[in-house]
């Protein structure tokens, strides 16, 4: 019984916390900013705030609830994202043109499901031990929308022409020192730092009983040959040389879809990157605006396209998932708040305080490893399946999280996935080579 209590006093207390913390990332908004959606994969703030509160309605309350009643049916067709076994709902990249429900009845829908979900884990409901189950997934559903309100946030401000800060009193354009910054890039990646991993069997996949997705099961063994993993993400520096030895016209470093790519490009170079008059390139941070690019810190927000280039142009590769789980478990295993993670409020991959290897936070690592299933793969039933199976097609592996991430949320199995073009995320590189 004490243990039935702990983990309802647990379970009540974490949901607290999470609920509360996507509202906080949206405080300092202007009730424009809420609405607008200026790119397809972007969603109104508003959207998100819904939708993970539809999560919990739709797949909790309605199902062990007995005679539930919805906040507003006729909100499933505005907050249900993917899910065809939901019903009908608006298509994506329409839901910026979505002005009612208004904010302050997305606000009250937020409140009546959390007054509901407390109610039920302090019952004493026969399907108890399956509810938390559920209230534990979908805590973890809005952890991932915690980090796209992040990314989407910063996508809303820093392509408007104010460069608006988040937060913060940003840099002035014209810093002392900032030439110096933003001019030189470094050499090709001679000094970049390598970590030599064995090769041989190694295990892969989610070990333990803490939560995991199910993209990272089950547990199998892959063989690797001996390679060596760069010990930090690329730099901006080492990313701008790349740039000035003309990088992005040089097709021999690209995939033939790559470069087709990048000559539809406005900027040749990563997003919220733009060079002023004097040619100095700046880019947009959310703790302060527009800012001069600071040459030590890690590349951001470029698309796998991207990322292998520079990797082939510097002499290197891009890791499979398999050696960045490898190299992780064996140099940086263990979930740092030193790691930089969302928890900070600091959303912005600087550099890490640790002398040590790091391969957590900061930035997710594209990989060279398209999103497949593990074999085995024990794909759920239901509408819950919809989660992560059907997306196994055309996307790659990321790994290691970033400073949009909650700490809580992220191991070193998670397996984050994208489109190869996709980059408004916080995306980085870090190199590998074969020995």
Not at 351 to 356: C, G, K, M, N, T
Request: glycine share 8%; with cysteine.
């Amino acid at each position: 019984m004490t243990k039935n209590i702990e983990k309802a006093v647990d379970t009540k207390a974490h949901y607290r916390e999470v609920r509360q913390q996507s509202v906080a990332i949206c405080a300092p908004l202007r009730p424009e900013d809420y609405v607008v959606q200026p790119y397809p994969d972007v969603s109104p703030p508003k959207w998100h705030l819904g939708h993970v509160s539809w999560f919990f309605e739709n797949f909790i309350l309605a199902e062990f609830v007995d005679g539930y009643t919805c906040f507003d049916e006729r909100l499933n067709w505005f907050f249900n994202s993917y899910y065809e076994s939901q019903g009908p709902r608006i298509t994506r990249s329409s839901r910026g043109n979505m002005t009612r429900p208004e904010l302050s009845v997305v606000l009250a829908y937020r409140q009546h499901v959390d007054e509901a979900v407390i109610a039920l884990l302090e019952s004493e409901h026969p399907a108890i031990d399956r509810i938390r189950e559920l209230v534990e997934l979908g805590l973890h559903h809005e952890q991932q929308h915690q980090e796209l309100l992040v990314t989407d946030i910063k996508y809303i401000l820093g392509t408007n022409p104010y460069f608006p800060a988040y937060q913060g009193a940003g840099i002035s354009a014209g810093s002392a020192g900032a030439k110096e910054v933003v001019k030189q890039g470094n050499a090709k990646a001679e000094h970049y730092p390598f970590k030599t991993i064995k090769g041989g069997l190694h295990t892969i996949g989610h070990q333990g009983d803490g939560f995991c997705w199910d993209n990272e099961l089950s547990v199998h063994q892959v063989f690797l040959e001996d390679f060596q993993i760069g010990a930090r993400p690329v730099t901006n520096g080492e990313y701008l040389a790349f740039m000035n030895d003309g990088g992005y016209d040089r097709f021999e470093f690209w995939q033939m879809e790559g470069i087709e790519w990048a000559r539809g490009l406005e900027v040749k170079a990563p997003l919220y990157w733009n060079q002023d008059e004097a040619g100095n390139w700046m880019y947009y941070q959310m703790d302060g605006g527009l800012q001069p690019v600071n040459s030590l810190l890690p590349v951001t927000h470029i698309s796998w396209f991207e990322a292998d280039a520079y990797a082939r142009w510097a002499g290197g590769r891009l890791p499979t998932e398999f050696e960045w789980e490898v190299a992780c478990r064996e140099l940086d295993p263990e979930v740092s708040p030193q790691h930089n993670w969302s928890d900070s409020k600091q959303f912005q991959a600087y550099a890490s305080v640790r002398e040590e290897t790091q391969m957590l936070g900061t930035c997710w690592e594209w990989t060279n490893s398209a999103y497949l299933p593990y074999p085995r793969y024990p794909r759920p039933e239901g509408a819950l399946g919809e989660y992560n199976g059907k997306f196994m097609v055309n996307q790659m592996v990321l790994r290691g999280g970033s400073c949009a991430t909650p700490m809580s949320h992220i191991r070193l199995t998670y397996r984050n996935f994208f489109q190869t073009d996709k980059r408004w995320q916080f995306t980085g590189i870090r190199l590998a080579k074969d020995l």
